[in-house]
């Protein structure tokens, strides 16, 4: 939901007397390798725009889809309470949203964080991976991944993550609450690793923990 949509949304409900009663808020800058002004405007802002507007609006229920970057630790599962530690840009910004969204005057909300989604749409989940799999087929090579086998990816589908997006929003007993949407598979890089292997009948292996964080610090 951009600035442009709420612009459109008052327009709508103004000019038609048409409302609504739910927002979902999935937008957010997600391209790598961009300024910090531009995670501030692109996540911070949009974000608790679209949320002063929802306030306004006296909407049933503001949606916030936030990251699960909360936690950098190794320790396994984390808890929505759990000390927020982001470890991207993404999550930086985010964890400064759910902070916020606290302070809106009347804003009915609800944060959920999911995993890492993939389906329909899927560009920045498993689907990276599949190329990267393709890639090391059309080579000829072994794919070489970071970390190792045992690095969590925890997985959920996109239309498992929009059943739980509603589920929560039709709740009374959900306001202000913040939920970690995950599936049950426990997924790790070995999981989804073995699968691309298998797909492009290719070898894999991994840089292990030393390399990896020496490539981090970099």
Same mark, same amino acid.
């Given at each position: ?16 007397g ?8 999935c ?25 002063? =507007?929802?306030? +306004?609006?006296?909407?049933? *229920?503001?949606?916030?889809?936030? &990251?699960? !970057? ?29 902070e ?17 989604v ?22 000829? =090579?072994?794919? +070489?991944?970071?970390?190792? *086998?045992?690095?969590k990816?925890? &997985?959920? !589908? ?21 939920y ?5 598979g ?33």
């Amino acid at each position: 939901m951009s600035g442009a949509r709420v612009r459109s949304y008052r327009h709508i409900q103004e000019e038609a007397g048409v409302d609504v009663d739910y927002v979902i808020n999935c937008a957010c800058e997600t391209r790598t390798g961009q300024t910090d002004p531009v995670y501030r405007e692109g996540i911070l802002k949009l974000s608790l725009n679209c949320a002063s =507007e929802a306030a +306004k609006h006296n909407v049933k *229920r503001f949606v916030e889809v936030s &990251t699960g !970057h909360m936690c950098s630790s190794d320790k396994n599962p984390h808890k929505e309470e759990d000390k927020m530690d982001p470890w991207t840009y993404v999550g930086k910004y985010k964890s400064q949203v759910e902070e916020e969204l606290k302070k809106v005057p009347g804003l009915r909300y609800t944060v959920v964080r999911p995993a890492i989604v993939y389906g329909l749409g899927d560009k920045h989940g498993i689907a990276p991976r599949l190329v990267i799999g393709a890639v090391y087929k059309h080579l000829g =090579e072994m794919m +070489k991944l970071l970390w190792n *086998r045992d690095l969590k990816m925890n &997985t959920v !589908h996109v239309t498992d993550l929009c059943q739980a997006i509603w589920h929560l929003a039709t709740r009374e007993d959900t306001l202000a609450q913040v939920y970690n949407i995950v599936d049950k598979g426990d997924t790790t890089q070995g999981t989804i690793s073995n699968l691309v292997s298998e797909i492009f009948n290719i070898n894999h292996d991994y840089w292990g923990k030393a390399l990896s964080t020496v490539c981090k610090v970099q």
